[in-house]
């Protein structure tokens, strides 16, 4: 750019036309202080230049774009030697650079965060093993803070049997230094936990030795799970269950003691790497089991087991799917329980009852048995302590369960059951339950009867689950739901989402009602919709369609609708495909806005524009007809003049007198038709004069008569003037405009 010590832009280039989004003729006559922010704008940056050394300065500022933004740019500038000559600058985007300047700063202030916050302790050691830095996470694990760590040498932090292994690594410079070992922290010091170390020498450019980079994983609560499992595995080893271990597969991994003798192995070796499936009677039947432990994740029943020498025993069976702590299933575990002897069966099915208690209290159901002979109901399971009944107290009748059912939901529970009963139909039904404390919960309640020989209803089991939090939830979505659409229609926006494998669509109610059709009358299939299109965008809008579903790029379009009564409307629609892994469209979500009123106003604006344009032209027609009124009549009087002049010359013949009468009259009739244009620019130009004058109205009449006799004869029609008694003969009016009035008047009568 090309600047004088105004600030006033002389010439600029394309590149900052480029930049500034200013075209070079918008540039020029620019005062730079409009195009540089920076304190003091235009005046300091001439300052800047002028003392820059030798009329030269480079500095950064903030360039403001015609479209309001901003960039930041290098200004480098230098003036001339004379006084008056121009300045001139060069101007470059230093975006890029100040962003990679910022990303720079956030990575440092990034990986700083990230030394102090991670959980891994990190040390920095010379080649003493003295350390030089320590993080907040390796002095949290030594109970201190990372200050008194440093200037220590890092053989005081570990017990007596870590030092050698440490000291051993700190004499090692090649890969031999990187490889993981654990150690044991020092009695009093972090509690004596353990820590998996590694190691990294670290050398200069040069290949210099500078010390070690440590990093220590605290391992403590993985050497006692370790420990534990040890003991477990130990107690497992010894109890007296039969237990067994397999692959997920069904290949025996372990087997305890207890199962050995259930199974009459004498060794674990004799079981080992062989089937589970082999131990059951109906190799099927342990296939299927299997199947399910996989899918299902536990399994509870009985089978009919086959020891090594082909006899036959009934055990109870628990199996469980084990998972790792990220839920990959690693292995499967079962217990084999001998129930042979009746009282083994009957601890077995204590056991079971209270497991399965022990869950229905864990999801919020209680289970109930309903007695139809005493009419009493039994509960276990989940207890809600405001409720009234709770399981294992003492039975109560379904009369007082009734009467603590709301009244609303009393009706339609009782029809259920009674449908259930006697028809056979599902009974499932949610209702409200009252509370001690005089509140409602909701229950969703779940049961089938059990038949007598006779096909009578004897009993009846099931399971009540409390559904108090999913119905809020409910509630709570139904009040978003009602929101949302309240806000759609307050902005008259509608939103849709179709599943375009499935073909199926949702549309909200501010759809109909921008379309001014019911929920009903528009199919799912995009056809339906483009038949609301107005028949002259249909082809943009499908075309529109097509390219989003073959991209999956978003879409924005504002085309016309028609609605059922045929009133047409302007819409804005807005839209975007999800498209599959195989770049097929398979959804498709987007929203309608009614913007009629804003395009209407767009029309209305250009019309008032186009009618200011055009009267402004008229005007300036009948503005300059007017004006020019003298120039028109001088050379048409002049005309009229010399006509009058050559019909008083004495030597002309007749036939000269008759070319020039017929001259006169021409110019007489092309002078009445300019004094007629004239009046009317006249009147349009806001010019109109009034000349008054005497006139003898008496006889301005009687011409008139004479002029419009012989129409009037013509036509059939007679023409009389009649005079009112009190009618002036002499009045001072403009002859020539009464006069043309009096004809247009009689004229349009004739």
Not at 415 to 431: C, N, S, V
């Given at each position: 750019v090309i600047f004088s010590r105004d600030r006033r832009v002389l010439e600029a280039n394309h590149a900052l036309e480029v930049l500034t989004g200013y075209t070079r003729d918008e540039l020029r006559g620019k005062d730079l202080a409009g195009l540089l922010a920076m304190p003091g704008g235009g005046e300091v940056l001439v300052a800047e230049i002028l003392a820059g050394g030798e009329g030269r300065g480079t500095f950064e500022a903030r360039l403001k774009r015609h479209d309001g933004s901003e960039r930041d740019v290098e200004v480098s500038a230098s003036a001339g030697t004379g006084e008056n000559e121009p300045l001139i600058a060069f101007v470059r985007d230093i975006g890029e650079r100040k962003r990679a300047e910022g990303a720079l700063k956030a990575s440092e202030a990034r990986h700083r965060r990230i030394v102090?916050?991670?959980?891994?302790?990190?040390?920095?050691?010379?080649?003493?093993?003295?350390?030089?830095?320590?993080?907040?996470?390796?002095?949290?694990?030594?109970?201190?803070?990372?200050?008194?760590?440093?200037?220590?040498?890092?053989?005081?932090?570990?017990?007596?049997?870590?030092?050698?292994?440490?000291?051993?690594?700190l004499g090692h410079r090649g890969p031999e230094a990187r490889s993981p070992f654990e150690v044991r922290f020092a009695h009093g010091l972090g509690g004596g936990g353990w820590a998996l170390v590694h190691g990294a020498p670290v050398f200069d450019d040069g290949g210099a030795f500078h010390g070690f980079l440590v990093s220590l994983i605290d391992i403590t609560d993985r050497r006692r799970q370790e420990e534990e499992l040890r003991v477990k595995e130990a107690a497992i080893a010894a109890s007296s269950a039969a237990i067994v271990i397999t692959d997920l597969g069904g290949t025996i991994t372990f087997a305890n003691d207890a199962f050995l003798g259930l199974w009459g192995c004498t060794s674990e070796e004799e079981l080992l790497g062989t089937s589970v499936f082999d131990c059951w009677r109906e190799r099927r039947r342990a296939e299927e089991v299997t199947a399910a432990i996989l899918n299902e994740g536990r399994w509870v029943g009985e089978m009919v087991a086959r020891r090594r020498d082909g006899t036959t025993f009934e055990a109870n069976v628990l199996a469980n799917r084990v998972a790792d702590e990220s839920g990959r299933p690693i292995c499967l575990l079962a217990s084999f329980v001998d129930v042979t002897g009746p009282k083994t069966v009957a601890r077995a099915l204590r056991r079971e009852k209270e497991r399965l208690e022990t869950a229905s209290r864990a999801g919020k159901v209680a289970m109930w048995d309903w007695d139809f002979v005493t009419g009493e109901v039994e509960w276990s399971g989940y207890e809600d302590p405001g409720l009234a009944v709770k399981p294992g107290s003492k039975p109560v009748s379904r009369e007082e369960l009734n009467r603590r059912i709301h009244p609303?939901?009393?009706?339609?529970?009782?029809?259920?059951?009674?449908?259930?009963l006697e028809k056979g139909q599902p009974y499932d039904q949610e209702f409200r339950v009252l509370r001690e404390d005089g509140a409602y919960v909701w229950c969703r309640d779940v049961g089938a009867a059990t038949m007598d020989e006779n096909g009578r209803p004897?009993?009846?089991?099931?399971?009540?689950?409390?559904?108090?939090?999913?119905?809020?939830?409910?509630?709570?979505?139904?009040?978003?739901?009602?929101?949302?659409?309240?806000?759609?229609?307050?902005?008259?926006?509608?939103?849709?989402?179709?599943?375009?494998?499935?073909?199926?669509?949702?549309?909200?109610?501010?759809?109909?009602?921008?379309?001014?059709?019911?929920?009903?009358?528009i199919g799912d299939a995009p056809a339906d919709f483009f038949a609301h299109v107005h028949p002259e965008d249909r082809s943009r809008v499908a075309d529109a369609w097509a390219e989003s579903m073959a991209s999956?790029?978003?879409?924005?379009?504002?085309?016309?609708?028609?609605?059922p009564a045929g009133r047409v409307k302007w819409v804005r629609a807005r839209w975007k495909a999800e498209l599959d892994a195989e770049g097929r469209p398979v959804r498709a979500a987007g929203t309608i806005q009614d913007v009629t009123e804003h395009m209407l106003a767009r029309e209305a604006q250009s019309l008032a524009r186009a009618k200011e344009a055009a009267e402004a032209a008229n005007r300036a027609k009948s503005a300059f007809l007017a004006s020019m009124s003298h120039e028109i009549r001088t050379p048409m009087n002049a005309i009229l003049g010399f006509c009058q002049l050559l019909l008083g010359d004495a030597s002309l013949t007749l036939r000269q007198r008759e070319q020039l009468g017929a001259i006169h009259r021409s110019g007489e009739h092309l002078l009445g038709l300019i004094d007629d244009v004239l009046e009317m620019s006249k009147i349009e130009a806001g010019r109109v004069a009034v000349s008054p004058s005497d006139v003898d109205l008496h006889g301005l009449v009687w011409d008139l008569e004479s002029m419009f006799r012989l129409r009037a004869r013509e036509k059939g029609l007679s023409l009389e003037v009649e005079h009112a008694g009190d009618l002036p003969r002499h009045v001072v009016t403009d002859e020539k405009k009464l006069r043309q009035i009096l004809i247009n008047l009689t004229g349009n009568a004739v």
């Amino acid at each position: 750019v090309i600047f004088s010590r105004d600030r006033r832009v002389l010439e600029a280039n394309h590149a900052l036309e480029v930049l500034t989004g200013y075209t070079r003729d918008e540039l020029r006559g620019k005062d730079l202080a409009g195009l540089l922010a920076m304190p003091g704008g235009g005046e300091v940056l001439v300052a800047e230049i002028l003392a820059g050394g030798e009329g030269r300065g480079t500095f950064e500022a903030r360039l403001k774009r015609h479209d309001g933004s901003e960039r930041d740019v290098e200004v480098s500038a230098s003036a001339g030697t004379g006084e008056n000559e121009p300045l001139i600058a060069f101007v470059r985007d230093i975006g890029e650079r100040k962003r990679a300047e910022g990303a720079l700063k956030a990575s440092e202030a990034r990986h700083r965060r990230i030394v102090e916050t991670t959980l891994t302790g990190l040390l920095e050691v010379d080649g003493g093993g003295v350390v030089t830095f320590a993080n907040r996470t390796v002095a949290e694990m030594l109970g201190t803070v990372p200050e008194k760590l440093v200037g220590r040498s890092i053989l005081e932090f570990v017990d007596d049997k870590s030092r050698p292994v440490v000291r051993l690594r700190l004499g090692h410079r090649g890969p031999e230094a990187r490889s993981p070992f654990e150690v044991r922290f020092a009695h009093g010091l972090g509690g004596g936990g353990w820590a998996l170390v590694h190691g990294a020498p670290v050398f200069d450019d040069g290949g210099a030795f500078h010390g070690f980079l440590v990093s220590l994983i605290d391992i403590t609560d993985r050497r006692r799970q370790e420990e534990e499992l040890r003991v477990k595995e130990a107690a497992i080893a010894a109890s007296s269950a039969a237990i067994v271990i397999t692959d997920l597969g069904g290949t025996i991994t372990f087997a305890n003691d207890a199962f050995l003798g259930l199974w009459g192995c004498t060794s674990e070796e004799e079981l080992l790497g062989t089937s589970v499936f082999d131990c059951w009677r109906e190799r099927r039947r342990a296939e299927e089991v299997t199947a399910a432990i996989l899918n299902e994740g536990r399994w509870v029943g009985e089978m009919v087991a086959r020891r090594r020498d082909g006899t036959t025993f009934e055990a109870n069976v628990l199996a469980n799917r084990v998972a790792d702590e990220s839920g990959r299933p690693i292995c499967l575990l079962a217990s084999f329980v001998d129930v042979t002897g009746p009282k083994t069966v009957a601890r077995a099915l204590r056991r079971e009852k209270e497991r399965l208690e022990t869950a229905s209290r864990a999801g919020k159901v209680a289970m109930w048995d309903w007695d139809f002979v005493t009419g009493e109901v039994e509960w276990s399971g989940y207890e809600d302590p405001g409720l009234a009944v709770k399981p294992g107290s003492k039975p109560v009748s379904r009369e007082e369960l009734n009467r603590r059912i709301h009244p609303d939901d009393l009706g339609p529970m009782l029809r259920a059951l009674q449908d259930h009963l006697e028809k056979g139909q599902p009974y499932d039904q949610e209702f409200r339950v009252l509370r001690e404390d005089g509140a409602y919960v909701w229950c969703r309640d779940v049961g089938a009867a059990t038949m007598d020989e006779n096909g009578r209803p004897c009993r009846m089991s099931g399971a009540a689950t409390d559904v108090t939090d999913l119905k809020a939830a409910e509630a709570a979505l139904v009040a978003a739901k009602e929101r949302l659409e309240e806000a759609q229609a307050i902005a008259g926006l509608g939103s849709w989402e179709r599943d375009l494998v499935a073909g199926t669509q949702t549309r909200s109610a501010e759809v109909f009602r921008i379309l001014e059709a019911d929920a009903g009358a528009i199919g799912d299939a995009p056809a339906d919709f483009f038949a609301h299109v107005h028949p002259e965008d249909r082809s943009r809008v499908a075309d529109a369609w097509a390219e989003s579903m073959a991209s999956g790029l978003s879409r924005e379009l504002e085309h016309r609708i028609v609605t059922p009564a045929g009133r047409v409307k302007w819409v804005r629609a807005r839209w975007k495909a999800e498209l599959d892994a195989e770049g097929r469209p398979v959804r498709a979500a987007g929203t309608i806005q009614d913007v009629t009123e804003h395009m209407l106003a767009r029309e209305a604006q250009s019309l008032a524009r186009a009618k200011e344009a055009a009267e402004a032209a008229n005007r300036a027609k009948s503005a300059f007809l007017a004006s020019m009124s003298h120039e028109i009549r001088t050379p048409m009087n002049a005309i009229l003049g010399f006509c009058q002049l050559l019909l008083g010359d004495a030597s002309l013949t007749l036939r000269q007198r008759e070319q020039l009468g017929a001259i006169h009259r021409s110019g007489e009739h092309l002078l009445g038709l300019i004094d007629d244009v004239l009046e009317m620019s006249k009147i349009e130009a806001g010019r109109v004069a009034v000349s008054p004058s005497d006139v003898d109205l008496h006889g301005l009449v009687w011409d008139l008569e004479s002029m419009f006799r012989l129409r009037a004869r013509e036509k059939g029609l007679s023409l009389e003037v009649e005079h009112a008694g009190d009618l002036p003969r002499h009045v001072v009016t403009d002859e020539k405009k009464l006069r043309q009035i009096l004809i247009n008047l009689t004229g349009n009568a004739v």
